[in-house]
């Protein structure tokens, strides 16, 4: 029989975890204070004037190299819980992640020829 009464802390977690937030964001919208002036309504609070336009446009190649740092910073999150169990998965296991490496490793050199790793 399914007992409902087993999940009352997982109910409650959630309920919790829902209201809170919104409570929290009601009190500091009603206890904030709202002084709407000139150096509020400019770009930049910090009080000095902008000097020309806020538009700046980036090579293509700052974001190409950060998206290859991001993958491989990923790859390095799913391959620590496999070091971790390494003795209990395997062979399959073994294979799995040496097909995903070299895939990973097959996008590094083609990020590597397409020149995305240099910096300059």
Do not use: C, H
Request: no cysteine; aromatic share 20%.
């Amino acid at each position: 029989m399914f007992l409902l009464y087993e999940y009352d802390i997982f109910w409650t977690f959630i309920i919790i975890s829902i209201i809170l937030p919104i409570l929290i964001f009601w009190i500091s919208g009603l206890l904030g204070p709202i002084n709407k002036g000139p150096e509020k309504l400019s770009s930049y609070e910090s009080g000095i004037e902008p000097m020309g336009d806020a538009w700046l446009q980036f090579r293509i190649r700052y974001y190409m190299f950060a998206l290859v740092f991001v993958i491989f910073d990923v790859e390095t999150v799913f391959l620590y819980p496999w070091a971790m169990s390494f003795d209990v998965l395997g062979v399959s296991a073994f294979i799995e992640a040496l097909i995903f490496v070299l895939i990973l490793i097959v996008g590094l050199v083609y990020a590597w020829r397409k020149g995305a790793l240099e910096w300059s």
